[in-house]
């Protein structure tokens, strides 16, 4: 089997399937296998054929695939907290490090490079129903990135609502939303909102 290179941020997008983690309701993506193998799908290159075989895996062993989707979120929020701490200039924590560097570890190899579809891809071995299979590609998006966490700037978005991770790719590193249209015009609203009534109370 084949799988594109995957890219850099590809771990920080797995993270994000839980939203507006800041509020007391989150928005959760991922509320079943079968949505977590639509998500792996929307990856593009060969990851649909890997999510059609896991699906037709997932409907003849249904427990079995629970567990792993029980497991699949596990990882996601480690990979979360991992990713805030690097994003604080923090450790990660001692177990959840552990846990990133065990599942990584058992990633499918990365073989030999090929030619594919006027492109390059992974050769990898055939399916196998695990999460360090299932979830190879951001294994191995966490892997790279991770250790060049620095040059990558890993942002967590300043929204206390949002929290929202991301890489700064602007010029300076100075930015501090996940999305100017969201979250930064949302935070220069409170801001005018709040001169406005300090105005008000200063009259």
């Known amino acids: 089997m084949l799988i594109s290179p ?35 799908a929307r990856q593009g290159g060969e990851m649909p054929r890997l999510a059609e075989q896991a699906t037709r895996w997932s409907t003849k062993h249904p427990v079995a695939a629970d567990r792993l989707f029980d497991e699949a979120i596990g990882l996601r929020e480690v990979l979360y907290r991992s990713f805030c701490a690097v994003a604080e200039k923090q450790a990660v924590a001692e177990q959840d490090f552990n846990l990133v560097a065990e599942k990584i570890a058992l990633a499918p190899a990365r073989g030999r490079l090929v030619r594919s579809h006027g492109g390059y891809a992974w050769e990898i071995g055939p399916f196998e129903p695990s999460l360090a299979y299932l979830l190879g590609s951001v294994l191995w998006s966490a892997g790279d990135l991770i250790p060049a966490a620095d040059r990558h700037r890993i942002r967590r978005c300043a929204n206390p609502e949002c929290r929202f991770l991301f890489l ?28 406005i009534r300090q105005g008000d109370i200063g009259a």
């Not at 590809?10 to 800041?22: E, F, P």
């Open 168 to 195: 700064d790719e602007s010029k300076n590193g100075t930015r501090r939303w996940c999305d100017m249209a969201t979250c930064g015009n949302r935070a220069k609203a409170r801001r005018h909102y709040a001169k």
């Open 6 to 40: 995957v890219r850099a941020d590809l771990c920080i997008d797995y993270a994000n399937t839980r939203s507006w983690r800041g509020r007391e309701r989150p928005i959760e993506r991922l509320n079943g296998m079968a949505d977590l193998l639509a998500w792996t």
